[in-house]
C-alpha cells in the first residue's frame, strides 16, 4: 500500500509562506492522483488542493486560490503543497492522500471535493498567528 508522511508544518506570522511536503513510499505515484486536504478544530475536512498523475491537471479550493500551488516531483515521489500570503484561517491539520487513478477515471475536483482515497498521510499542523 502506498505510505505517505507529511513535512514542513509550522507556526508562520500571517502573510507569511510554507511549503509542505507529502512523500510516498512503498509505490511510485506515477499513477496516483494527490490531494491536500485540511481540517481545523470544530470544522469539516476541506479539500485544499489535489493534482492528478495522467495530465497533470490541478483543483484548487477558493478560498486558497490564487495563493496556494499545488506540484509534483515523480522523481522523487513527493508532492508540494507552496502556502503563500497565509491568513489565521489557514490554520488546520493538513493532510495528502493519494489514489491509483489505473484503470479508474476521477477527476481532481472530484477528488478534492468527496476525499475518496486509497492512501492517507498522518497530517502535519499548520498555525497561522501573530
Known amino acids: 500500500q502506498l505510505q505517505l508522511v507529511e513535512s514542513g508544518g509550522g507556526s508562520v506570522q500571517p502573510g507569511g509562506s510554507l511549503r509542505l511536503s507529502c512523500a510516498a513510499s512503498?509505490?511510485?505515484?506515477?499513477?496516483?492522483?494527490i490531494g491536500w486536504f485540511r481540517q481545523a478544530p470544530g470544522k469539516e475536512r476541506e479539500g485544499v488542493s489535489c493534482?492528478?498523475?495522467?495530465?497533470?491537471?490541478?483543483y484548487y479550493a477558493d478560498s486558497v486560490k490564487g495563493r496556494f500551488t499545488i506540484s509534483r516531483d515523480n522523481a522523487k515521489n513527493t508532492v508540494y503543497l507552496q502556502m503563500n500570503s497565509l491568513k489565521p484561517e489557514d490554520t488546520a491539520v493538513y493532510y495528502c492522500?493519494?489514489?491509483?487513478?489505473?484503470?479508474?477515471?476521477?477527476?481532481?475536483?472530484?477528488?478534492?471535493?468527496?476525499?475518496?482515497?486509497?492512501?492517507w498521510g498522518q497530517g502535519t499542523q499548520v498555525t497561522v498567528s501573530s
Open positions: 493534482v492528478s498523475s495522467s495530465d497533470g491537471s490541478t
Open positions: 492522500a493519494g489514489i491509483l487513478l489505473r484503470g479508474r477515471i476521477i477527476t481532481v475536483h472530484t477528488m478534492c471535493a468527496t476525499g475518496i482515497h486509497d492512501s
Open positions: 512503498g509505490f511510485t505515484l506515477d499513477y496516483y492522483a
